[in-house]
């Protein structure tokens, strides 16, 4: 946290270095001088991380403006969804925007250096979803300005339940290596006898 500091207060502390070694030298040459070097010291004082922890920090800055993009536009879809009229369109709506966040929360917990790669390619299908949902509030609308509207529709329906069957199987997947420990873990809580003392 102290890295984010580290910009504004070597900013003003150079501005405050200038303007009291111009007051006290009036002097247009040490003044900048030692200002630069205050506020350069003063910087790496502050940002001491090593570069492969500025490229961490910089990877997960990207990843969480990712995840935070898709999760625009799956808040989005939730308000659009509000307005789908078959019951089970809006449910495979309500469903993906349920797990999409739910995939982004477990892998950011357990595979956090797959989670840039993970948002960038759910928010492309979420975008595209998005444009099928306004597309097919259009022809519930008006109807009668398209060309077979019923069929156009069920094909919006089936993409709306394909992209909540995608996230929910996403989720699973990340489950998967949890389950592989848990069924582990099963077999240590304990032993299936106890040795018998006695004999």
Known sequence: MRHRLAAPVALVAAVAVFAVVFLVTGSLIWSPLLALGSAVGLYLMLDDRTSARVDSDSYADDARGRVEEALRVVRGIERLARDVRRPEARQALEDACRYVPELFDRVKDRSPDS?????????????????????????????????????????????????????????????????????????????????????
């Open 115 to 199: 989670l840039y790669s993970t948002a960038a390619q759910i928010g492309g299908h979420l975008r595209s979803l998005d444009g099928v949902v306004r597309q097919y509030l259009d022809i519930q609308r008006q109807p009668v300005l398209y060309h077979d509207p019923q069929r156009l529709q069920r094909d919006g329906e089936q993409a709306f339940r394909r992209f909540a069957d995608f996230a929910l199987e996403s989720v699973r997947l990340v489950n998967q290596g949890e389950i592989a420990q848990y069924t582990a873990n099963l077999d240590t809580v304990a032993p299936p006898s106890l040795p018998d003392l006695g004999r």
